[in-house]
């Protein structure tokens, strides 16, 4: 088991799914939490079972928010370890008929709010050695259907993250990526698919093993975080269940 005692972590998406079980198994493991969602009513029902953590609702594709959203984590716990990049957004559609706005989102969820995080947090993790783990999808290695948004700006994540690796090689920061297949999340259980939709095409994203329990992925991004993961920097793990096998 990797621990994260007297480390504090900044985690995105932590009123639900990934982001709620990475907050709370990284206060089982040690950490202090700081998370931040939309949603504030949510975080209070997922911090009840984080000792210790704090929480604050942000919208994460305003960069002012997040400048503040890390400010408030120093100011609560003294220093950031961790920065966990969780939060993202997913609607199947027709290429065709995604409005700017569409696409706008697709990017400023996925891709801009990560990027604003990274952006206010380094000062803090370079200070101490830190590190950044992004969630971004298979969609950030491969293809999906009716997602050229969401894959855009998932593949944008990963380069993101490689660029990062390569900017700080000289630095103790470590900055690394996980790219999930299919949980049992939201995402999954309100799936909607466009009208007309192909469905051969559609279910080749999912897994010859099924849907994961998000705790599994959880378990990666923890690792990551650690001290174990201290030779790992500038990866991007597949955490898909053997999709990606062949």
Not at 112 to 129: I, Q, S, T
Not at 140 to 156: L, T
Request: charged share 20%.
């Amino acid at each position: 088991m990797s621990r994260l005692d007297g480390k504090v972590a900044l985690v995105t998406g932590a009123s639900a799914g990934l982001g709620a079980a990475t907050a709370q198994l990284f206060a089982e493991r040690g950490a202090s939490v700081f998370g931040i969602a939309r949603d504030a009513e949510r975080m209070s029902d997922v911090f009840a079972g984080v000792p210790g953590g704090k929480f604050a609702p942000v919208d994460i594709a305003d960069p002012e928010a997040c400048r503040q959203a890390v400010a408030d984590c120093v100011a609560a716990f003294g220093r950031l370890d961790v920065l966990v990049n969780v939060a993202g957004f997913h609607q199947m559609r027709h290429t065709v008929a995604m409005t700017d706005d569409d696409w706008q989102y697709d990017l400023a969820v996925n891709l801009n709010g990560p990027f604003f995080l990274c952006r206010a947090a380094l000062p803090h993790l370079l200070e101490v050695g830190g590190n950044i783990v992004n969630v971004a999808s298979i969609a950030g290695v491969e293809g999906e259907v009716y997602s050229a948004g969401y894959c855009a700006a998932k593949h944008g994540l990963v380069g993101l993250t490689r660029a990062l690796a390569v900017e700080y090689t000289r630095e103790r920061l470590r900055v690394n990526a996980i790219c999930p297949g299919g949980m049992l999340t939201a995402q999954v259980t309100e799936f909607a698919a466009p009208e007309d939709a192909d469905w051969e095409l559609i279910m080749r994203i999912a897994s010859p093993r099924g849907f994961m329990d998000v705790t599994e992925v959880a378990k990666t991004i923890a690792f990551l975080a650690s001290d174990d993961a201290a030779a790992v920097h500038g990866a991007v793990y597949r955490v898909d269940n053997g999709k990606g096998a062949g």
